[in-house]
């Protein structure tokens, strides 16, 4: 024997001949690869617009229930420090000390650096108790009260601020407002004050009233900041809600700047929606600096953003920049930073009202996220809502990584079936040496007897040459009349001419040496639809439908070579799993087929015009009226009533005896299949059964074209799909023994459900 492996190169000439022995294979896992590639893009990109769709409608969903819950919340407040200024016990003191301001300014209201508080006035104290007592109540820590000329005439709280103490520029348009309109208003999260001694102030935002810092104006060193630390352990940050205060006339008579901590309710307002694992929403001034606390405050602090000092927050410490890079991955920050532009979404909030964006851009941290935003023009700053593009399109890369592994897992199985067919190959050739049985029929070894019809008995065989398992149908010599004999040889030289793949496939036929005559027939495993009927009752429509088509696709063949079966019936129609296709019909048992097509001799043997053949609950009228007659609208009324009894469950009549049956077919009218279906029937459908079972031939469908035709304009005709039939054969049909290809019920057939074979030219005229 030649080695393969005898070249200079080895695995040369084996991987060469593999190559040309399953070139098929090999183009048939190039096409799947390209058919998975090709659902891969096109599902790629629907999954992506659908997943686009879906994040717009998350983010949108998100930015307004946040908008909306800020609103609800400043709308609280400003309504609630209007109610503190209208409050007669806060209103009239508060306009008293207002008016003595403005009658008896302080010796030092010209600035910080004026004088010290002397003792307070009784005025001054009523409205002191009355913020105290009022305050806590409210929620609020400390209160400031400012007069018309912008300056603060007193203060509540902790917090103690100079008399005189002019309104930062940053704020002085906001108060001016209020003022004006004697409406309330909100200022923004912002740092007070921090002098560095009595007198000091600062140049920075923040920092000092000449630089745009506090509303509150500078604050005493030596008293505590309500709510806050100082040095290096924090820093205080604050918002204020100003109400006007009116007096007696109706007019604006001052401002009350009421105090409250952002981190308090601001910062947490903002967490009411946050869209998956990494969203977040904050918010910012026109500046671009964050005004709320961020999410990521302790990974701001490893890349630097941010200062370790303990208490340190992002809130009004960072401007929301796009660092240029994903910091996250180790891109580094150039410098200086402040180079930058607004991180996209920022930008967009600050140039336009609202929006929402589904293309991925980097943030404050240069992480690529997708995001909506709005900006509150009414209280001068911005929202976003944003939530990493990672996760917000990780669907997409699971798909992606599910069709990567189908194309390798298509490669690898085409390279696994090229090695395990020339492995399998070799063992074939050891098994096929195996010794036959010791039973043999011409090439065929008989294995075991799998069923018996009213024509033959049938075993399972295997043939001696091709190894192929095999249904052997026999005729047994204790009734094998010379008659007979032709009638089974005819049905087999019949049935090879049909080729359709819902007819059963007869491999060979011939004698054996005691005159035994045999063929060879595919072996089938599954149910009769009688057994179907038997055991699971009535079908739907649908699949009713699915299993006509097949068969008269196949009687269409049959029709079209000039043969007619005779004897349609349950019984005679296999179901099975071929080919990996569950729920395929094989039309079995052409034992009574007749053909017309050849001359009466021959009709002879396929049962002469003396002879009643077929089966009594399926015969149509005319084959009962004339004996032996039948042609393609035989059929078609049996494929009907075969019809009835899948969408009911029932025959179409209930007869005991075979008299009673012919009698019912020959002049009854049928039930209409609806009434007794457990289930709904389309009115084509139904129309369709009746039509195949009128008494007139000329009244049903022109053909098995006709009714295939009609099948498939009924509502349901394609409902019964693969993904059914697999569930259906999965959870009802078990691995079984195979089972006789032949007329087999799961019961033995009363005297009007079997088949038929009686010659009336043999009867005594006399005996009738």
Not at 16 to 24: A, F, G, I, N, Y
Not at 509 to 514: E, K, L, S, V
Not at 524 to 551: M, N, S, Y
Not at 666 to 678: G, K, W
Request: net charge neutral; hydrophobic share 40%; proline share 7%.
């Amino acid at each position: 024997m030649t080695n393969d492996f005898q070249n200079s190169t080895p695995g040369t000439t084996w991987t060469k001949r593999t190559l040309l022995r399953h070139r098929s294979l090999l183009l048939t896992t190039l096409a799947a690869a390209a058919l998975i590639l090709s659902i891969g893009w096109w599902s790629q990109n629907a999954v992506r617009r659908t997943l686009e769709d879906n994040l717009r409608n998350e983010l949108r969903t998100a930015i307004e229930a946040n908008v909306t819950a800020l609103d609800l919340w400043i709308h609280a407040q400003l309504r609630t420090a209007t109610l503190l200024a209208t409050d007669p016990t806060i209103r009239d003191p508060a306009n008293a000390v207002l008016e003595q301001t403005r009658l008896n300014p302080p010796a030092a209201n010209n600035g910080p650096g004026g004088g010290r508080f002397g003792s307070p006035d009784p005025t001054t104290s009523a409205l002191a108790r009355a913020l105290d007592e009022r305050l806590p109540i409210a929620g609020y820590q400390a209160a400031v009260l400012v007069g018309t000329n912008g300056r603060v005439v007193a203060s509540s709280g902790r917090l103690r601020l100079r008399p005189g103490t002019a309104v930062p520029a940053d704020h002085a348009e906001l108060f001016h407002r209020v003022l004006t309109n004697g409406k309330p208003a909100l200022v923004t999260p912002f740092k007070p004050v921090r002098p560095r001694g009595r007198g000091g102030s600062g140049g920075r935002r923040g920092e000092g009233p000449g630089g745009g810092g506090s509303s509150m104006g500078p604050m005493r060193p030596d008293v505590p900041v309500v709510g806050g630390t100082n040095g290096a352990r924090g820093e205080l940050q604050v918002m204020q809600v100003l109400a006007p205060v009116h007096d007696a006339a109706g007019n604006v008579s001052g401002v009350l700047a009421v105090i409250l901590r952002p981190e308090a309710e601001f910062t947490r307002v903002l967490s009411v929606a946050r869209p998956g694992a990494s969203g977040e929403t904050f918010a910012f001034d026109p500046e671009g600096r964050l005004l709320s606390q961020s999410r990521f405050d302790d990974q701001l602090r490893q890349l630097g953003l941010l200062t370790n000092a303990p208490g340190a927050s992002s809130a009004l410490n960072l401007v929301l920049h796009d660092p240029g890079g994903d910091l996250t991955r180790g891109y580094r920050l150039p410098d200086p930073a402040s180079t930058h532009a607004l991180m996209q979404f920022v930008a967009e909030a600050i140039a336009e009202p609202a929006g929402v964006s589904v293309v991925p851009a980097r943030d404050y941290r240069g992480v690529p996220v997708v995001g909506a935003w709005h900006w509150m023009e009414d209280h001068q700053f911005g929202v976003v809502t944003k939530i990493d593009a990672s996760e917000a399109f990780q669907p997409l890369r699971v798909l992606r990584l599910i069709f990567q592994i189908l194309l390798l897992l298509v490669i690898l199985a085409a390279v696994a079936g090229v090695v395990a067919s020339h492995i399998g190959s070799t063992w074939r050739r050891r098994f096929n040496e195996a010794q036959l049985r010791a039973r043999q029929l011409g090439q065929y070894t008989l294995i075991e007897r799998i069923g018996e019809g009213a024509m033959g008995v049938v075993y399972r065989a295997r043939h001696a040459l091709l190894r192929r398992e095999t249904a052997v149908k026999l005729l047994l010599p204790d009734r094998a009349d010379e008659d007979l004999i032709l009638q089974f040889e005819h049905e087999v030289q019949l049935t090879c001419r049909l080729t359709h793949p819902n007819t059963i496939q007869v491999y060979d036929y011939g004698h054996t040496a005691d005159g035994i005559f045999y063929y060879a027939m595919e072996l089938l495993e599954g149910l009769t639809l009688q057994d179907l009927a038997d055991v699971h009752g009535a079908v739907p429509e649908e699949r009713a439908i699915h299993l006509l088509r097949q068969a008269a696709g196949s009687l269409q063949e049959a029709h079209a070579a000039g043969l007619i079966h005779r004897d349609i019936k349950p019984g005679n129609l296999f179901l099975c799993e071929r080919g990996g296709m569950p729920d395929t019909l094989k039309v079995l048992d052409f034992g009574l087929v007749r053909d017309i097509s050849q001359s009466t001799s021959t009709d002879a043997h396929a049962g002469g015009s003396s002879r009643f053949v077929g089966t009594p609950l399926y015969m149509a009228p005319e084959t009962i009226r004339q004996p032996g007659h039948g042609d393609a609208a035989s059929d078609l009324y049996a494929l009907g009533a075969v019809a009835y009894l899948l969408v009911t469950g029932q025959p179409v009549f209930s007869a005991g005896s075979v008299e009673l049956a012919w009698e019912m077919h020959t002049h009854s009218i049928p039930v209409p299949p609806s009434r007794r279906a457990p289930g709904p029937l389309s009115p084509e459908f139904e129309a369709l059964i009746l039509a195949c079972l009128a008494k007139n031939p000329a009244e049903r469908p022109r053909g098995m074209a006709d009714f295939l035709d009609r099948l498939e304009h009924c509502p349901r005709a394609h409902s019964w799909t693969a993904e059914l039939r697999a569930a259906w054969w999965s959870e009802h049909v078990k691995p079984t023994p195979p089972r006789s290809p032949g007329p087999q019920t799961s019961r033995p057939p009363s005297e009007a459900e079997a088949t038929l074979r009686i010659d009336l030219s043999s009867r005594d005229p006399g005996k009738g």
